[in-house]
């Protein structure tokens, strides 16, 4: 299980650190991933981390304003989101890989396990 937290209401220009926290240790062995979805769109890829954190990948729209990290001694990945604009609000999902654990994987069908999802509101 993946809960995300750390979302809320912020203005343009601030900033917001989401996390997400699994249940199980063995979480710490997957890949995870950030993705989001605005009212009426599609779910994107925003950006995702390797098993031990040595290799990230991100949205070439999203690089530079956000930053994906992990601690698995706390089984938890963070999205760090600074400079944040009122097209970034939406639902944002954290997911687990365990078949690319060693990656950076993109596409939503490479995660096997979902959160429920924080709600970011930036407004202008």
């Known amino acids: 299980q993946l809960v995300e937290s750390g979302g809320g209401l912020v203005q343009a220009g601030g900033s917001l650190r989401l996390s997400c926290t699994a249940s199980?240790?063995?979480?710490?062995?997957?890949?995870m991933g950030w993705f989001r979805q605005a009212p009426g769109k599609e779910r994107e890829f925003v950006a995702s981390?390797?098993?031990?954190?040595?290799?990230?990948y991100y949205a070439d729209s999203l690089q530079g304003r956000f930053t994906i990290s992990r601690d698995n001694a706390k089984d938890t990945v963070y999205l760090q989101m600074n400079n944040l604009k009122p097209e970034d609000t939406a639902q944002y999902f954290c997911?687990?890989?365990?078949?690319?654990?060693?990656?950076?994987?993109?596409?939503?069908?490479?995660?096997?396990?979902w959160g429920q999802g924080t709600q970011v509101t930036v407004s202008s």
């Open positions: 997911a687990a890989s365990a078949t690319q654990y060693w990656g950076t994987p993109e596409a939503r069908f490479e995660y096997d396990y």
């Open positions: 199980e240790h063995t979480f710490s062995s997957y890949a």
């Open positions: 981390i390797n098993w031990n954190g040595g290799s990230t």
